[in-house]
């Protein structure tokens, strides 16, 4: 430009074309500057800094008549001191808002040109936006994020957005929803995200309409998307060339292009490019950040980005300076992620860094994911079920990429990572995530194929998979044991044979099984479960077998496990004994009990044998209908390869088939917790 007046503007800029979902923000904003003569305005590139700053500029006129002169900085083409000089003469004597706008683009600067001008211009107050904090003492600063995101209901480690909504409609039509989350137009259209995706898309395409059929696709497009306005945009300007599910596609396969064909709209290429105005060393975590799939934290970028000319503490230190430019993890100070735009554009570039950059990261981040999850492990082994839990699904996105066989680790880093992680798809709900990733780096492991990772995917298949499914792997999982001498394996084959066998109501052959494997089980595995839970199985087959000597007491003096997993499977044996006793009430209290353990560690097989009990004692007891719900509550939960509940069979003889499929429905669409007030 040709002097630096060009970029100063005594109106605010135009009405943004959207403002959706800012109203907090915007709210205490206004209230700040009434008492602050610096507010700063911080967050991440297109998360809608400018746009707030423009609103509450625009309410300040309205409120108390205030002149507002802006300040473009982001285009800023004079030299930086005459910026202040221009400032000063433009304001010197006047009482003013001046809204400096992009100041990321002045560096360290930026804290030097506020606290000048607040001290030359004493009827001045500033309104400042920027990546980073100004690093000025003084002042109050108002940190903004992404728009709130429909939650994402079927990944138990997906990240917990705010589920706080504009309106008490579209709170009310979230719950209703149930378990299930956001199943239509009226779950998600409550959400800002949503409704800026919604409102832009129509403006792109006036035929555009957020339909049920469509309602998950823009969902999942704003949870990809990070919930920032820009990219939002971006994708619901092209409303009229994609539908949102085949937008979600190309963003999934393709980040960079897909955003590229927008770069030239407001913001879009803003989305790509904060690295630009960093320094070197900044430069370079941007681009080992690229590494994290999920979240991370100091000590995890310390660990896996420190190395080289950037070292752990350098490493530390400067994600103290980047951290307002980053996405702020909901519920969990100090954690950040990277929007998936740019993380994206610096995963290519770390692929194209000279040398063995990106093999060094990927080596590193793998051996941090292998620790954690050994960590986990222990935790479980320890009686720590519930850390053990937390700690893996909050690592679940950085773990499931060590989990890739493709990747530098290959598939034996890949079976090391997800044996370790036995607990998290044994008892934590995630059993078909995890057959899936022992299933792929199985496939590309060479032979011999390991023994630990051959075991726990035939106990996998033979407890939730469908009748013979483990068969071929029980077999050359056995083969593979003998030959690597691992006897806890032979161990754990005995009690997937033992779990098929149960299944298939031979209790008998069950419990010969579970003998075996408790027999041949060291003292202290290093892998799998522990002799508690082993002891449980037997004791379940032993309930099974008929008439005889109780395998568990009454529980007045009995062990309590200090397994949580085991004491629930424990739990379970004794009410199945206090039913052949036909001793319902006390049957009833130890299966509420193990379902207490079982929704807390996630655990869907032990819910679903622990309700079709239930189910079972309700049936005896005529309440037919009560029976059909629970057995509805947990229908996609039970073991393929279970025989029909004996519940089931029972409620067949005894209702009608209109009236058992109407309140087994009613079930499917409950939880447990709405079914039974006990838990």
Known sequence: MGNPGSNLRHAVPAEPSSFVGRERELARTAALLRTERLVSLVGPAG??????????????VREEGAEVVWAALASLSAPRGTLARELEGRLEGRRALLVLDGCERLGERAGVLAGRLLARLPQVRILATSQRTLGFHDGA?????????????????????SRDLPDRAG???????????????????????????????RAADPSFELTDHNAAAVAALCRALDGIPAALELAAGRAGRYSPAEALHRLTADPLGFLAEGADRPGGTDLLRAHRLSSPGERLLWTRLSVFAGSFDEAAVAQVCGFGELGPEDAAETLRRLAPALLAEPGEPGRYRLPLSVRAYEARRLAHAPGTEAALAERRHHERCR????????????GAQPQARALALRELPELRRAMDPLSEAGPAGALEVAVSLWFLWSACGLEAEGRRHLERALALHPEPRPARALCLAAWLAAAFGPAGAADPLLVEAWTAAVL?????????????????????DRPGEAGDEFRDALGQLPPEPEFGPGREVLRAAL???????????????????????????????????????????????LARTRLVAALEIQLALGDRLGQALSTELLAELEAGLGHYEESAKLLGAVAGHRPAAACTPRAERTLRARMTPEAFRAAHAEGSRSTLRDLLPEL
């Not at 707030?52 to 500029?57: F, G, K, N, S």
């Not at 077998?545 to 424990?570: H, I, K």
């Open 171 to 201: 709170a009310d039509a979230f719950r209703t929803a149930g378990a299930d989350g956001c199943a239509g137009a009226a779950e998600v259209s409550g959400y800002a995200s949503v409704r800026l995706y919604a409102q832009r898309a």
């Open 141 to 161: 600063e108002v940190f903004v994020g992404p728009l709130p995101l429909p939650p994402e209901p079927h990944d138990p480690a997906s990240r917990r957005p």
């Open 371 to 382: 620790v954690i999850a050994e960590r986990a492990a222990w935790l479980w082994r320890s």
């Open 484 to 504: 690597e001498g691992e006897d806890t394996a032979l161990a754990y084959l005995a009690h997937a044979r033992g779990t098929a066998a149960l299944w298939q």
């Open 47 to 60: 998360i809608g800094k400018s746009r707030l700053a423009a609103r509450t500029a625009r309410a300040l």
């Open 539 to 585: 004791a379940m087959a032993l309930a099974h077998t008929g008439p005889g000597p109780a395998p568990v007491g009454d529980g007045a003096g009995d062990d309590v496990p200090a397994d949580l997993w085991a004491r629930s499977w424990s739990d379970y044996a004794h009410a199945l004994v206090q039913r052949r006793e036909d001793r319902p009430a």
